[in-house]
């Protein structure tokens, strides 16, 4: 018997950046990603929450671009 996952997605926000400030559904949504798309103005504190084999996808977007 073959067990297939269905894939979710979870859209975080980062609020005002601060990461002392992120939910905690938002900390456990970060613990459980596989991937996670990080724009560049993502504070890098805030993928401390990450798992260790998590893939990072950078995107790259930036203030005023």
Known sequence: MT???????????????????????????IQRATVLLVDDLVNPAVLEHASPSARFVLVGKRGGC
């Open 3 to 29: 067990t297939t996952l269905t894939p979710t997605v979870t859209l975080v926000g980062a609020g005002p950046g601060d990461p002392e400030l992120l939910t905690l559904k938002a900390v456990k949504a």
